[in-house]
């Protein structure tokens, strides 16, 4: 637990919302409730996964594969195993998840949809007014009937999931079918949430939204989705010190606080801390550099510019110094 003088800074420094009730609480897994639709799913697992950008491959895999148990037992206590499941992969972040093998662990019965768009151009930290086109998209074609969507992905401007979605409920008009729900799980922004439950509405589908930790802010470059800090591309883009935060629970937040580095995105470069990348044709493994050393890039600029601040804690420069330990050893320079 972080300390009170921690908690003090911080909280007196950043807006936080934690307006949540305790929902389900068993086994080291608990949800928490903003609405009736949107809940937070908090884990020791979670945790380290949005904490720690240098848990990365198997380990990485494990955690999230321990979560996603969770949750589907949790959403079989949801009776949502009653309804006719479709999952809608959006490749390369979905399987990374790990809701699939769970679920296929568990026995449900559900059928696939694989879809895999692209931005036009290179995407890293860079998701804001972007075309996209899709390369990949299977079946064409889906069985009749009545489905609930899972959807496991990071929803950060939402904008994805939209073009996916979009096309999605043309396959179904065409296939003689209808979804009735989509369920999101991930690491999901507040903005993304605000633009689907705009389309879902419009569509007359009903949304529900499981985040991971904490529902974020979004920063500037439209990818970054921190539990708090300032947004280091705002900084980068004209000087100002902008400061982000989260809706949390205050219990998650709590726990965050001493192992969390402000400013840094929560899911990070989600496809490359994997082991393997399915585009829906084939697997490529994942060279673990690439992130840790985009990891550590971001993570010197955002010291750069928060050390100095009053909410700024020795605890911040501890956790700075372990994340940095770790990342060099991956890269093979510690």
């Not at 240098?54 to 955690?63: P, T, V």
């Not at 939204?209 to 529902?215: D, L, R, V």
């Not at 192992?259 to 994942?286: A, H, I, N, T």
Request: aromatic share 12%; hydrophobic share 35%; with cysteine.
């Amino acid at each position: 637990m972080a300390s009170d003088s921690l908690k003090d800074k911080v909280s007196g420094s950043f807006d936080f919302s934690t307006s949540f009730t305790s929902y389900y609480d068993s086994n080291g897994f608990k949800v928490y409730r903003r609405s009736d639709n949107q809940f937070v799913v908090d884990s020791q697992e979670g945790r380290e996964i949005a904490c720690y950008p240098q848990i990365l491959g198997e380990k990485f895999e494990l955690l999230n594969y321990k979560l996603a148990k969770m949750f589907v037992d949790f959403l079989e206590r949801e009776s949502l195993f009653s309804e006719k499941i479709l999952m809608q992969h959006v490749l390369r972040a979905s399987l990374g998840y790990k809701v699939y093998d769970a679920l296929r662990e568990k026995g449900v019965s559900f059928i696939n949809s694989w879809s895999r768009p692209l931005y036009k151009y290179v995407s890293f930290r860079k998701h804001v007014q972007r075309e996209l086109t899709m390369t990949y998209d299977e079946p064409q074609r889906l069985p009749p009937g009545e489905y609930v969507v899972l959807k496991p992905d990071t929803e950060a401007t939402g904008n994805t999931s939209l073009f996916v979605l979009d096309n999605l409920f043309k396959k179904c008009a065409l296939s003689g079918c209808r979804v009735k729900k989509v369920v999101f799980y991930g690491f999901i922004s507040d903005k993304a949430i605000k633009v689907l439950e705009d389309y879902l509405h419009k569509n007359q589908v009903e949304g529900v939204y499981y985040a991971i930790e904490n529902i974020t802010p979004l920063a500037e470059n439209g990818y970054d989705m921190p539990l708090y800090g300032l947004d280091e591309s705002r900084y980068e883009k004209d000087g100002s010190k902008v400061k982000l935060s989260a809706s949390v629970p205050e219990e998650v937040l709590d726990k965050m606080l001493e192992c969390y580095y402000p400013g840094m995105d929560q899911p990070g470069d989600w496809s490359e801390r994997q082991v393997r990348l399915f585009d829906g044709k084939e697997w490529k493994e994942v060279d673990p550099k690439v992130h840790a050393q985009r990891s550590l890039t971001v993570l010197e600029k955002l010291r750069e510019i928060s050390k100095g601040e009053a909410w700024y804690d020795q605890i911040h420069e501890d956790v700075y110094n372990k994340i940095k330990g770790d990342l060099l050893k991956i890269l093979g320079m510690a």
